[in-house]
């Protein structure tokens, strides 16, 4: 069975650092695509970054130059350190892999509010 955990939300000002963590059972992430989904409310859920397993790192346009993703094939983790954060990040943020063969995956997402 597939679980995707994640960790690392909470509340931060404006600016501020974050860094979200998803642990992965059940699937390998070093073999498969794995990263991040945001959904604000009354919006709908949208990529914010996601890694392949060659490595190549695709991010959205609003996260660009902030967020970086990075996995780790030892400990099948998939992190997400945020930087320079503003208040239209806030948002539940799931992590997400999918597989060669089309199985999608999804945590339970964790809460990231940023206000002052």
């Known amino acids: 069975q597939v679980q995707l955990v994640e960790s690392g939300g909470g509340l931060v000002q404006p600016g501020g650092s974050l860094r979200l963590s998803c642990a992965g059972s059940?699937?390998?992430?070093?073999?498969?695509?794995v990263g991040w989904y945001r959904q604000a409310p009354g919006k709908q859920r949208e990529l914010v970054a996601h890694i392949t397993s060659g490595g190549s790192t695709t991010y959205a346009d609003s996260v660009k130059g902030r967020f970086t993703i990075s996995r780790d094939n030892a400990k099948n983790t998939v992190d997400l350190q945020m930087n320079s954060l503003k208040p239209e990040d806030t948002a539940v943020y799931y992590c997400?892999?999918?597989?060669?063969?089309?199985?999608?995956?999804w945590g339970k997402g964790t809460l990231v509010t940023v206000s002052s």
């Open positions: 997400h892999a999918i597989t060669w063969r089309g199985m999608d995956y």
């Open positions: 059940g699937i390998i992430f070093g073999i498969n695509t």
